[in-house]
């Protein structure tokens, strides 16, 4: 292709600009029409793309231009005249650029595979490519359109076991196939249904809409839903619209004809929604289907109707697919994703594809940063300053000073310690300052400490950084915290008494990766981060929350740590007996549920501990002796 | 003539045409077209502001009439089978294809497959095809009866076809011809990295390949044969057979920007075919976060052809050094060299510096499965100027994402040449069975293709590896193995316990009693009676590897797999599941062993001593996903399968060599038990094979051999163990749900 202005990175959005030309009548010189007139499909196709964002109507900015001759069906076009009435397009150049749509090629006898209108290099868009025809990466395989998609309305009928196994509903199939089907049918019985043309039928029933097995009349597409498979035969050509009808129908279609090109098979794949047989290997059908899983036979089903719906049961649909693969190969790195393309809604809302999805298990050396939100508490935050700084893996130490209103102490008295020691200060008292993704973490992990956690050891410390290098895309900490449905209030209740299971770390001592620091601030849903940042309260939940629906992973609670400010306080300290304040959470959770719309937190019932932890072994041979029982 | 001259040729003679303009049926205006001319810029209307395109007022004809499809279909008088043959016979040469080129008979019986030829006398074969070979034979899909065979690669090096090369090898031609087994090439794969020479480097490899396929890197997009060439990586004579390096990444930085945004260092061309890209880097490179260097210093006349450029270029080349560049990059350019692929790629890849390719017309390695697009950023070397605005524009979670997938591809396809060519297979034998082959997530995701073998299942969710993309929940049942190999003599005896103990699970489905003992099948009614079915298998040549045949029998996804004199609770049981279903993808269990380098011996050692640390699991008592059975059985090489049963020993090691260097993670413990053996705990079971003295020493030398035939130590080391939350902790016991672990 030429990269001319409107295909260059510069356009806006990374979108291609496709120009149409307009409407012209060519005649012969004795006034007989080179074609016919435009078709009602082709209309839609041209309104479709001019409603488009591709559409430019300037011709000058255009990247790709489409004809507005109509070449979908070859059977009625003549085809040197057709051939010189694009050569006469005024940007035509050899075909440069231009994009001609075609679903039935080829003529008889041999019915070639592509257009037979000689195009040069106009990129085709074809129904029924063999794979001698199509020019990979340039060309684009299409559908044929099924005229049943508009005309007759079908209800989505859900995946499960269905009447009969294999269906056959083509009505002029070759004798031959026909003979493969009849001997199907004979070995396996009732479980193959193979149709035909209704001989018999009064005049004013429409022939297209009824099917027959001897004398059993079937209707026409409705029939497609009682089968699990159905078979797509090759005819005169290669592209058949009954793959449109069995898709919609959610009937995995069985293809059989070879060296054929599946439509949009550049992006689509169709080993999720599709069986490609072999010819020759007609006669084993029957037992190539039914090694095939339960399972994966309603996958493919619930496969095969998406694919319908996204990429074949409108011309509109078919348009913008066509138009969207020829941009993204122009604009790769700006390209639609695979899970995109292929997965069906429910698939899409149910999945998760974690961001840091690399098994990798960062080297120690790197270290972690230490993060300590402090507002005034400076006696206590010195405590944990030096706490902190005893562990051998601590790289850095960054104090957010949070309080506006006073200054942070001098240097001088801050605590001396081994590792460098920032304090950044904020231009607002907000709790969200805690998760900012500072330029001063140069280390992947984080270590989120509350300023009056002064209890956890450097062992425990120590440990939980060995555990978070273990598990580098999972919220890592100490203070364990569940959710549960109430079924008497029907919502979520917090909980945060010792229990068998955890669901929720608490970021007061907890490790992460600096990514979520960047998710947390940029790419937090909804209002979450205002709302947190008003009500001074559920910032942790809310990072539990983002963590766990980006990753579908669980938290990992270590040590059995359960007292982190003062030795003498109860388990549940200070803050957490508030009753109001537990309302207050429980209300975060439901809050974040709904904007959510899922509950993404896992709940489990491990906690990680030293692999010799509580053993009857030499303490100081315990790589993390001083892990606190409480 | 005469149908030619009826037919108009429009305004350009400006003859006798007529041209109509129709817009919804009305003669409509020829502004349209003068519009068209002027740019629609110029104050000429639209027929409505938001539909540039005419809405037709009546209804328009339908494309096809309703019966023409049918009637077409009717009327074709060729039989498919008629059809089939004479493409197979027309379509040879450059438009073969697997329908036209490929006898899928022969890989009807047999499977896949994979002859070589042995190898002649004399015959010089380069290391990188003596890699290619043997990775080949050290494979399952390996025979050394061509009877057998469903693909046949030559015993002839055809990597390097550039004549001016030293390890051209001559008379290619006659040598290929006279094989009696060439059959004009027919299922032959042809493996090529370098073809055509100094000046035009055609592709042709230069003898004539009749119908075999190629496996060749810079191929052309031109002469690729889709679904029928494979495009190979372009891989240095020092590249690993076996193992390989990882990749670089060893964490993910946040911001993911390096100190430079876009390197190069390489040779510029200063004439002749590919010497136009790399002529005009000079013009991108800005000294700064855009470094492309070239040198003109190469070949023996460099000075004869050097332009103004080349001192200046030198210079700036000098000064950096290839590998910081490399590690310190967020874009890697690999433009075209001589041939359109070049070392810079594996480089970059290697390196997770996403690579920028400037090639165009190169089929990327492996097209036919791995989409490039998240991994790479595909240039056109026409835009050169417009790369570093770019790659610039590229969001910093596509960079994370592109640079996390360079590794993957690197370490499940590239990193050695075993992989290269057991990737090449495994395509191949993708197309010949077609309705079990892997789709795009498989070979896109990891653990990646190789691991993933279709034949398992057509089924995501059977796999361990796809809950979160597919959104499923992970399964809730197991089936319990219990690997007996003494004879049932009393009623008090530790398999009976431990059978009931894990029947009592609530997790469980089914118990399976694999019978490895050389005495008879204990009576039906010797078995305790269970809520759950307990089958009896009889392991036909009880040996070690049957304990982890795939039986059909097994119909949970999850296995518990035990030795019979293992001691465990059924709470035990309970707990170590649950943690499994947070793990699916590792050995979940309480036996933990660890392997270490022994620097005085030079080689691994393995140790049963209480440490700090873990990389084994034993599968004496583990739970993990059935696939591994599947994965043991197909995947692993007779070799290895053949000694552990020979040594009746070291199977657990070999499973847990496996599970680590697929899923590139340690497995897990559970709780603190340590003594899950009756032997271990004071009493006697004659048939122990941990008593045997020898045990210890087989078991390090399984170590060495597994972990050669890997190709590196697969194995990871884990500090934690999991416990049940509440364990040991000073709260009431009642409350806790797991307290029978306590009391051990």
Redesign the interface.
């Known amino acids: 292709m030429c990269?001319w202005s409107g295909c260059?990175?510069?356009v806006p959005k990374n979108k291609i600009k496709v120009f149409?030309?307009?409407?012209?009548?060519?005649?012969?010189?004795?006034?007989v029409p080179?074609s016919?007139?435009?078709?009602?499909?082709?209309?839609e196709l041209?309104?479709a793309?001019?409603?488009s964002d591709y559409?430019t109507?300037?011709?000058?900015r255009a990247c790709l231009f489409v004809p507005s001759i109509?070449v979908?069906?070859q059977?009625?076009l003549r085809i040197?005249?057709t051939a010189?009435?694009l050569a006469?397009l005024?940007r035509w150049d050899r075909g440069t650029n231009h994009l001609l749509f075609n679903?039935?090629p080829g003529g008889?006898?041999?019915?070639n595979t592509a257009l037979d209108v000689p195009r040069d290099r106009a990129l085709l868009a074809g129904g029924g490519f063999s794979?001698?025809t199509?020019r990979?990466?340039y060309d684009v395989s299409i559908p044929v359109?099924s005229?049943l998609s508009a005309e007759v309305d079908l209800p989505e009928k859900g995946p499960g076991p269905r009447r009969y196994f294999l269906l056959s509903s083509?009505?002029?199939?070759?004798p031959?196939?026909r003979e493969e089907l009849g001997a199907l049918q004979a070995k396996h019985g009732e479980s193959v249904l193979v149709l035909d043309?209704c001989t018999n039928l009064s005049e004013d029933v429409l022939s297209?809409r009824k099917r027959c097995h001897e004398h059993q009349v079937f209707d026409y597409p409705q029939v497609l839903q009682e089968a699990t498979f159905c078979v797509v035969l090759?005819?005169?050509?290669l592209g058949q619209?009954v793959l449109s009808d069995v898709l919609r129908a959610g009937c995995v279609p069985v293809v059989i004809a070879?060296?054929y090109i599946l439509p949009f098979s550049e992006v689509l794949?169709w080993?999720?929604a599709s069986?490609?047989?072999?010819?020759?290997k007609m006669a084993d059908v029957y037992s190539?289907l039914q090694?095939?899983?339960q399972?994966?036979i309603e996958?493919m089903q619930r496969q095969a109707r998406w694919f319908w719906e996204a990429y074949f049961q409108s011309i509109k649909a078919i348009a913008l697919a066509t138009l969207q693969i020829i941009n993204?190969r122009i604009y790769?790195?700006a390209?639609i994703?695979?899970e995109e393309w292929?997965d069906p809604p429910?698939?899409k809302?149910?999945?998760?594809?974690?961001?840091?999805?690399?098994?990798?298990?960062?080297?120690q050396s790197?270290g972690f940063t230490a993060i300590v939100l402090t507002y005034d508490r400076v006696e206590s935050l010195f405590r944990v300053i030096t706490e902190v700084s005893k562990v051998p893996s601590l790289s850095k130490l960054l104090v957010v000073w949070n309080n506006q209103n006073k200054s942070p102490p001098e240097e001088s008295l801050w605590p001396k310690i081994r590792v460098p020691l920032k304090v950044v200060r904020t231009a607002e008292n907000k709790l969200s300052n805690r998760f900012f993704?500072y330029d001063e973490?140069e280390t992947?992990a984080v270590l989120a400490i509350d300023d009056d956690i002064i209890m956890l050891t450097s062992d425990e410390l120590q440990?939980g950084y060995?555990?978070w290098r273990?598990f580098?895309d999972r919220l890592v900490g100490y203070p364990?915290r569940l959710h549960l449905w109430d079924h008497e209030m029907s919502k979520w209740k917090y909980e945060s008494e010792?229990?068998?299971?955890?669901s929720m770390v608490l970021t007061g001592a907890a490790f992460y990766?600096?990514?979520f620091?960047?998710l947390y601030t940029y790419k937090m849903p909804g209002d979450i981060k205002n709302w947190v940042d008003a009500h001074m309260n559920c910032e942790d939940i809310a990072m539990n929350f983002l963590v766990a629906n980006v990753t579908?992973?669980?938290v990992i609670?270590?040590t059995?740590r359960?007292k982190f400010k003062c030795p003498e306080c109860t388990a549940i300290d200070g803050l957490s007996l508030d009753q109001t304040h537990m309302v207050e959470r429980s209300e975060c959770i439901n809050k974040f549920a709904s904007v959510f719309g899922t509950m993404p937190l896992?709940v489990?019932?491990?906690?990680?501990?030293?692999?010799?932890?509580?053993?009857d072994?030499p303490e100081k041979?315990?790589?993390?002796p001083n892990i606190g029982?409480? | 003539m005469q149908a030619k001259k009826r037919y108009f040729i429009l305004l350009s003679a400006g003859s006798c045409l007529a041209l109509l303009f129709y817009f919804g049926g009305l003669q409509f205006r020829a502004s349209r077209s003068r519009r068209e001319e002027h740019s629609g810029r110029n104050g000429l209307h639209h027929p409505s502001p938001d539909h540039f395109w005419p809405r037709f007022p009546d209804a328009l004809r339908p494309f096809v009439p309703w019966d023409q499809l049918e009637n077409e279909d009717s009327i074709v008088h060729i039989s498919p089978r008629q059809k089939r043959d004479a493409n197979s016979s027309i379509y040879k040469g450059k438009k073969c294809r697997m329908e036209s080129c490929f006898d899928f008979t022969l890989c009807k019986k047999n499977g896949f497959k994979v002859y070589v030829y042995p190898q002649q006398k004399g015959e010089k074969i380069a290391e990188s095809y003596q890699n290619i070979l043997a990775a080949i034979e050290g494979s399952r899909f390996y025979t050394s009866d061509p009877s057998q065979a469903c693909l046949f690669v030559l015993s002839l090096d055809t990597l390097d076809r550039d004549q001016l090369s030293p390890q051209y090898v001559h008379n290619l031609r006659s040598k290929v011809q006279s094989l009696h087994l060439w059959n004009n090439g027919r299922n032959h794969l042809i493996f090529n990295l370098y073809s055509g020479t100094w000046p035009d480097y055609t592709e042709d490899v230069g003898f004539d390949i009749g119908q075999a396929m190629l496996a060749k890197a810079s191929i052309s997009t031109e002469n690729f044969r889709p679904n029928f060439d494979v495009s190979i990586p372009l891989f240095s004579k020092d590249h690993p057979r076996t193992g390989g390096e990882r990749g670089f990444l060893k964490f993910n930085t946040i911001p993911p920007l390096r100190k430079y945004m876009l390197v190069f260092k390489g040779k510029r061309y200063l004439t002749g075919i590919g010497s136009d890209t790399r002529n005009a880097l000079y013009h991108v490179h800005n000294g700064e976060d855009v470094l492309l260097l070239t040198t003109c210093k190469h070949g023996k006349d460099w000075q004869k052809h050097k332009d103004s450029r080349c001192d200046r270029d030198n210079t700036e080349y000098e000064k950096y050094d290839y590998r910081e560049m490399l590690h310190n990059a967020t874009f890697c350019l690999v433009p075209r060299g001589r041939r359109l692929g070049s070392f810079r790629f594996l480089e970059a890849l290697q390196a997770a510096c996403v690579p920028v390719m400037l090639s165009n017309g190169w089929e990327l390695p492996f097209s036919e499965v791995i989409n490039w697009n998240q991994a790479a950023v595909i240039g056109d070397e026409r835009l050169l100027l417009q790369i570093p605005s770019t790659i610039r524009s590229i969001h910093q979670d596509k960079i994370l994402a592109l640079r996390q997938q360079t590794q993957f591809l690197w370490e499940a396809y590239f990193s050695s040449v075993e992989k290269i060519v057991l990737t090449t297979l495994e395509i191949i034998q993708d197309r010949i069975f077609k309705h079990i082959s892997r789709n795009s997530l498989i070979w896109n995701k990891h653990p990646g293709g190789l691991f993933v073998l279709p034949q398992y299942s057509s089924y995501l969710g059977d796999f361990p590896y796809y809950y979160a993309n597919l959104g499923l929940k992970p399964p809730s049942k197991f089936t319990a193995v219990i690997h007996a190999v003494t004879p049932l003599v009393s009623q008090s005896q530790p398999v009976l316990k431990l059978l009931m103990a894990a029947a009592k699970s609530q997790y469980c489905a089914q118990i399976i009693v694999l019978w490895n003992c050389d005495k008879p099948l204990p009576a039906k009614h010797r078995w305790p009676a269970t809520t759950v079915p307990v089958i009896v298998i009889e392991g036909e040549s009880k040996v070690m590897s049957s304990r982890f045949l795939p039986y059909d029998n097994i119909v949970t996804d999850a296995v518990l797999s035990l030795d019979e004199d293992t001691v465990l609770s059924t709470t035990e049981v309970d707990f170590a599941f649950t943690v499994w279903q947070s793990f699916p993808e590792r050995i979940v269990g309480y036996p933990a062993r660890s392997h270490f380098w022994d620097n005085s011996k030079e080689r691994w050692g393995y140790t049963s001593k209480w440490t700090n640390d873990y990389s084994m699991v034993l599968t004496g008592a583990a739970i993990y996903h059935k696939y591994y059975h599947y994965l043991y059985t197909h995947y692993l090489p007779a070799s290895l399968k053949n000694m552990v049963d020979q040594l009746a020993n070291c199977e657990d090691i070999l499973m847990n060599f496996l599970v680590s260097a697929v899923t590139k993670l340690p497995p897990i413990k559970v709780t603190q038990k340590k003594q899950y053996k009756e032997t271990m705990m004071g009493q006697t079971s004659r048939a122990s094979r941990w008593a045997d003295p020898d045990h210890f020493a087989q078991r390090q030398s399984c170590m060495n051999t597994f972990a050669s035939w890997f190709g590196y130590m697969p194995l990871i080391h884990s500090q934690m163990r999991l416990d049940p939350v509440l364990f040991k902790d000073q709260v009431s016991i009642l409350r806790k749900k797991y307290r029978d672990i306590e009391r051990l």
């Open positions: 990269l260059q990175p510069t149409i030309y307009s409407l012209k009548k060519y005649v012969d010189d004795s006034g080179v016919n007139t435009i078709s009602r499909e082709y209309n041209l309104t793309i001019s409603d559409y109507d300037d011709i000058t109509d979908l069906n059977n009625t040197k005249e010189q009435a006469q005024s679903m039935l008889p006898p041999d019915y794979t001698w199509y990979q990466g359109y005229p083509q009505m002029a199939l070759h031959e196939y043309k297209v090759r005819g005169a050509r619209a070879d060296s794949d080993k999720r069986v490609v047989v072999p010819e020759e190539i090694s095939i899983p399972r994966q996958e993204d790769p790195y390209a994703s695979y292929n429910t698939v809302w149910g999945s998760v594809s974690n961001p840091l999805f690399l098994p990798l298990i960062p080297p790197q993704p973490i992947e440990f060995e555990v273990e580098p364990g010792w229990t068998n299971e955890v990766h600096k990514y620091n960047y579908g992973k669980a609670k270590v059995p359960k896992k489990v019932e491990h906690r990680a501990d030293p692999v010799l932890y509580k053993d072994f041979l315990k790589s993390f029982s409480l």
